[in-house]
């Protein structure tokens, strides 16, 4: 059953081509007597078995099957690379079944190829004996057949005859930060590993974790601590005073301070100071400097008021005019300005009506007067009325103009004329004029001259009608009575004066 030998003394190829059995039987077999099926690698290999092994009609098994859809080394479970895949033309087909592996050992056509064929078909079979010993190569290798002999192939990070550990170079800190290292196979060694880092205020930039690969480098570069960066301030729209930033790791970075003044007449409203801190953000929004306001004012009375606001209504600044209504005079200033201080820089001025000359009552009369904005102030309307007994001579009203003046002079009182009176015959008249002849008050009084007597009243006056109270009187002479009995008297005449001879006619008997 056991067939002839071949390989160096450090590997042994075995095969048997009799009996012929089935792939699982033939590795039982292989695992039973020498370590496994062989498991063919590189060309190399193959030009030796293919030189070793006697031509064989059923060919021989190798260690390679399909597992799971893919070609695998059965001994070390991996995957078969397509780089080391040695297929026949053709092969491997698709025939369902067909998943263990055949070497076409001496064949004429595609000698030392692969063949998949059925697991159950009966081939010869092909072992191996390893070379390698738990002790032969380090805790950190591998152990490689190969042909008469065998390597140490090193893990990742370990090289040399000893497969000792690889260096990296020692990581500084980066500024503003730290690390954290683990080195499970010695300081800086292969697979150790540094975590960074940063103070508050900073953020890391790169690769936070960082390993020292199989070829003694760094994966990455150490890691930047940055200051965290806050919005800039450059452009803030800051007017009507000056900022003032200092930034001691970068601009407008983590700890920048930005400090604000307003400029003189206006207010601070918000925080005079703000700092970036760790997260990036301003401790407080940008301040504004408003103007300082003054009290509010408004249009004097009959008056009217102007005014620029360069920074707001009644505000540092501004500037105000006022100016009276026609008819009135300023009393005051008439522009004044809104201070640094918050205060006009004067009082406010007032309009005043202008005044017309003071009216003395007329003889005789009085007058009565509306003054809306004073005595004898722009629109007083004064009205003249006469006493009793005289007439207005003149316009009874008048008004103070927006000049200052009246529109018109004041009237006069005339006493009432009453009808111009002459003395009777054989009279005289005497009249009292305290208000000029024959006018209201006169007091006329008729005398008649030696001989006559007064025949009326003798006083009259003139009312405040302009009329006379009493008809002028007449003087008439005396009479000399005769007592005649039955005497007729002329009746011709009615009125007889002193002396006339009156004839008398006596009657016949």
Request: aromatic content about 10%; hydrophobic content about 25%; overall charge negative.
């Amino acid at each position: 059953e056991l067939s002839s030998r071949g390989g160096a003394q450090a590997w042994t190829y075995n095969y048997s081509t009799s009996p012929s059995r089935r792939w699982l039987e033939a590795r039982q077999w292989c695992q039973e007597h020498f370590t496994d099926m062989v498991a063919i690698h590189n060309q190399e290999e193959t030009d030796f078995l293919n030189e070793l092994l006697p031509r064989n009609s059923k060919y021989y098994w190798i260690g390679i099957r399909k597992v799971a859809g893919v070609w695998t080394w059965v001994e070390t479970n991996e995957n078969v690379p397509e780089e080391a895949q040695n297929w026949a033309t053709s092969e491997p087909d698709r025939i369902a079944g067909q998943d263990c592996v055949e070497i076409y050992i001496k064949r004429d056509k595609d000698a030392a190829k692969w063949n998949n064929e059925k697991c159950q078909q009966r081939k010869g079979t092909v072992c191996y004996s390893a070379s390698c010993r738990q002790d032969s190569c380090s805790a950190h290798a591998d152990c490689v057949e190969t042909i008469g002999n065998y390597t140490c192939k090193c893990h990742p990070g370990f090289s040399g005859p000893s497969c000792e550990d690889i260096a990296c170079n020692p990581l500084a800190d980066p500024a503003h930060g730290s690390q954290l290292c683990f080195h499970p196979f010695g300081s800086n060694r292969f697979n150790s590993s540094c975590l960074f880092s940063c103070e508050r205020g900073f953020r890391l930039v790169g690769e936070s974790q960082l390993f020292c690969q199989a070829s003694g480098h760094w994966n990455q570069p150490v890691p930047l601590c940055q200051a965290e960066q806050c919005p800039d301030l450059s452009h803030t729209n800051f007017s009507s005073g000056t900022m003032t930033c200092r930034h001691p790791v970068g601009p407008h970075s983590y700890n920048s301070t930005c400090e604000f003044r307003c400029d003189e007449g206006f207010d601070l409203i918000g925080e005079d100071r703000i700092r970036c801190d760790h997260s990036g953000q301003w401790t407080a929004s940008v301040p504004a400097c408003t103007a300082k306001r003054c009290n509010p004012i408004k249009s004097p009375p009959h008056g009217s008021l102007s005014c620029s606001d360069p920074n707001g209504s009644f505000s540092f600044g501004s500037r105000c005019t006022e100016a009276c209504d026609e008819g009135f005079l300023l009393n005051g200033t008439s522009s004044f300005e809104c201070t640094s201080l918050g205060v006009w820089s004067a009082d406010m001025p007032s309009c005043l009506a202008k005044r017309c000359p003071p009216l003395n009552s007329t003889a005789h009369g009085s007058f009565i007067c509306s003054d809306p904005h004073g005595n004898f102030s722009f629109g007083s309307r004064c009205t003249t009325t006469c006493e009793e007994g005289f007439i207005l001579n003149g316009t009874a009203e008048t008004e103070c103009t927006s000049s200052g003046t009246w529109s018109t002079d004041v009237p006069h009182c005339l006493a009432k004329r009453c009808p111009t009176l002459k003395s009777p015959p054989h009279g005289s008249l005497n009249c009292s004029k305290p208000h000029g002849e024959f006018s209201f008050g006169s007091q006329c009084t008729t005398t008649c001259e030696e001989g006559f007597l007064l025949n009326g009243t003798a006083d009259t006056e003139c009312t405040s009608a302009g009329t006379w109270n009493e008809d002028i009187p007449q003087c008439t002479g005396k009479n000399k009575l005769f007592i005649i009995f039955f005497a007729i008297i002329d009746a011709q005449r009615s009125f007889y004066g002193l002396d006339d001879r009156v004839p008398v006619y006596l009657p016949a008997k």
